[in-house]
């Protein structure tokens, strides 16, 4: 079955760069996923990548993807305190997506 | 991107009692699903809603507790049944692109049991 791992807490100081990474074990994703929740909120898609690709860069948001290692990384660059939020990292087969237990990113002064 | 409403946005409910939860996608799609996430957890994948026919549950998931329902490429239900308060909850659905294979989420349902 797949099982996607993240760390749980990171804490990082405003405009300083944010790395949260995930490793996941089903070697037959097609697209792996970051969304992020706010406190009440719903899941907002941030980016995603095909598996077949090794970076995504979306404005402050820089993903890498290591098949070969299944590990998949967000980097936030100039975290702000906006960027407070749960973030999930998820893996897709056959659009079905399954979620790590996600990272709560603490933005401090 | 997809806009996605769901009905109700929360309500509270006394156990043995069961709740129909409305989602509305504002153009055609041919992915649905629904999803859950417990109190303080992840996202855990109830079932794939088929148009026009049965939905497929994953594993631990039942048509008796949670039937669901999609009618047409814009619209589904999911019915949480003989509630308990173990089925208090967040309820999501979401949609997929088969071209993008971008996936959005409604705002979800916060459902409480009690």
């Known amino acids: 079955g797949e099982d996607v791992e993240q760390s749980l807490f990171l804490s990082v100081r405003e405009g300083d760069s944010s790395v949260i990474n995930c490793t996941y074990t089903?070697?037959?994703?097609?697209?792996l996923y970051w969304y992020k929740q706010e406190p009440g909120a719903g899941l907002q898609l941030l980016t995603y990548?095909?598996?077949?690709?090794d970076m995504k860069q979306d404005q402050r948001l820089t993903v890498l993807l290591n098949k070969k290692d299944k590990h998949l990384s967000l980097r936030i660059a100039d975290t702000q305190t906006g960027d407070s939020a749960i973030y999930f990292c998820?893996?897709?087969?056959?659009?079905?997506?399954?979620f790590g237990a996600g990272t709560t990113v603490t933005v401090r002064a | 991107s997809a806009v996605i409403s769901q009905k109700p946005s929360r309500d509270i409910c006394q156990r043995g009692t069961s709740l129909t939860i409305q989602c509305q996608v504002d153009?055609?799609?041919?992915?649905m699903f629904w999803y859950r996430q417990q109190p303080g957890q992840s996202l855990t994948l109830i079932a794939t809603?088929?148009?026009?026919?049965?939905?497929?549950?994953e594993s631990g998931f039942v048509i008796d507790k949670f039937p669901i329902s999609r009618p047409n490429l814009t619209f589904s239900t999911l019915t949480v049944s003989n509630m308990s308060p173990e089925d208090s909850s967040i309820y999501l659905c979401?949609?997929?692109?088969?071209?993008?294979?971008?996936?959005?989420f409604g705002p979800g349902t916060r459902l409480t049991v009690t």
């Open positions: 979401s949609v997929a692109s088969t071209s993008s294979h971008e996936q959005y």
């Open positions: 089903d070697s037959s994703s097609t697209y």
């Open positions: 990548i095909f598996s077949n690709m």
């Open positions: 998820a893996e897709a087969n056959d659009y079905k997506l399954s």
């Open positions: 153009s055609q799609v041919t992915m």
């Open positions: 809603a088929n148009q026009g026919s049965e939905a497929t549950y």
